[in-house]
């Protein structure tokens, strides 16, 4: 099955500053890379996707990036700011699959 | 407000014991996923139905089962509960079946903890 591995396990950033995690994925037959964010106390809510045929998406100031030869997809912030805290999962799956893999989580901490 | 209802919200209970988690997902949603979350681990998948029938298993053990209801809210029963077994488990709803390649709606968890 699909194994993603995420990067890293903690992150600090000076408020203001860019945040990127990291991504690899194992199957070659995954197409769909979500990123949920889990707020304290929250569920995992979806930030943003990409799919396969696309390279790059943002949305203000999130954007994610897909390799799909190399298999990794990146999460990137900028600017961030003090409600950007959270943990933040990256995932993966296929066209017909029934499951989302997902990673082990990034806790982003932003100072401010 | 995701629109996914889980409850309890917290859970205390001894080793040996049974417990039932509940679900209600969006209205309007007929898939059901459960997950687990342990410490410093990722989400893991056990099991999806969809309008009632189960669609996928992931790494349920066999001490725990699941179903959804004409109504489509659904249970989670974990028997014979371990230490290990603690966890926040989620609950998250979507339209489509095959293939979650669109937004899961997360519920907030059950934290269950087993002395």
């Known amino acids: 099955g699909e194994n993603v591995e995420q990067h890293p396990s903690t992150l600090s950033v000076q408020e203001g500053d860019s945040a990127v995690i990291k991504c690899t994925y194992s199957?070659?037959?995954?197409?769909?890379f979500p990123w949920y964010k889990q707020e304290l106390g929250k569920g995992p809510q979806l930030i943003i996707d990409i799919r396969s045929n696309v390279g790059e998406k943002k949305d203000q100031r999130i954007a994610v990036t897909l390799n799909k030869t190399a298999k990794h997809f990146s999460l990137h912030i900028t600017e961030t700011q003090p409600e950007d805290s959270a943990v933040y999962f990256c995932?993966?799956?296929?066209?017909?699959?029934?499951?989302?893999?997902f990673g082990t989580g990034t806790r982003l901490t932003v100072i401010p | 407000d995701s629109g996914v209802t889980q409850t309890p919200k917290h859970l205390i209970t001894a080793t040996g014991q049974r417990v039932t988690l509940r679900c209600s997902p969006r209205?309007?949603?007929?898939?059901v996923y459960w997950y687990q979350q342990s410490l410093d681990q990722g989400l893991q998948f056990l099991i999806q139905?969809?309008?009632?029938?189960?669609?996928a298993k992931g790494n349920i053990l066999e001490r725990f089962s699941a179903q959804q209801f004409p109504d489509l809210h659904s249970e989670l029963n974990l028997s014979s509960l371990e230490l290990g077994d603690s966890a926040l488990y989620f609950c998250a709803s979507s339209v489509v079946d095959r293939g979650p390649t669109g937004e899961l709606f997360f519920g907030e968890g059950s934290r269950l903890t087993v002395l």
């Open positions: 209205s309007g949603d007929l898939s």
């Open positions: 199957d070659s037959a995954s197409n769909y």
């Open positions: 139905y969809y309008n009632g029938e189960e669609r």
């Open positions: 995932a993966a799956s296929s066209t017909g699959a029934n499951n989302l893999f």
